[in-house]
C-alpha cells in the first residue's frame, strides 16, 4: 500500500534539534530552511532546502531503516542526515514498516511495508 499527500503546513520548528519542520510554507510551495526535519509525516511531499543546508530524517520507529538518495542535490553526511550540494533536486526514499516487529520469538508478526518517498529541492 502507498499512500502519497500533498501540501504545506503551518510552520514548526523542532525543539530538541533547531531545524524547521516540514510544513514551514514558502512562496513556491515547499518548505525553506537552513536545517528541515522530515518525518513519517513528510511523505510525499516536496521540501526545499538551502544550498549547504542539512535535511534530518527522523521516521518513527525506524531508525535503523536506511534511507536512499537519487539525484545529485544531496550527498549523505550519515544515515539519516543529507547536506544540499548542488543546486538541483533529490529524492529520499525508505521502506518503513506498517506495524511494529513482533518481539517474542515464534509470535505472529506483521510484515506490511510501505515506502516513504520526499522530494527535497536545494537552492
Known amino acids: 500500500m502507498l499512500?502519497?499527500?500533498a501540501g504545506c503546513g503551518a510552520g514548526a520548528v523542532?525543539?530538541?534539534s533547531g531545524a524547521a519542520k516540514a510544513g514551514s510554507?514558502?512562496?513556491a510551495g515547499c518548505v525553506n530552511g537552513e536545517q528541515v526535519l522530515v518525518t513519517t509525516a513528510d511523505n510525499g511531499h516536496r521540501v526545499?532546502?538551502?544550498m549547504h543546508g542539512t535535511v534530518r530524517v527522523l521516521l518513527a520507529g525506524s531508525a535503523d531503516v536506511p534511507v536512499t538518495v537519487s539525484g545529485t542535490a544531496l550527498a549523505a553526511v550519515s544515515d539519516h542526515v543529507f547536506r544540499g550540494v548542488s543546486a538541483g533536486q533529490a529524492i529520499l526514499t525508505a521502506t518503513i514498516r506498517n506495524c511494529p516487529a513482533s518481539a517474542a520469538p515464534g509470535a505472529m508478526?506483521?510484515?506490511a511495508m510501505s515506502r516513504w518517498q520526499v522530494t527535497i529541492i536545494v537552492g
Open 109 to 111: 508478526s506483521c510484515t
Open 14 to 16: 523542532d525543539q530538541a
Open 48 to 50: 526545499c532546502v538551502d
Open 3 to 5: 499512500l502519497v499527500t
Open 25 to 27: 510554507s514558502s512562496e
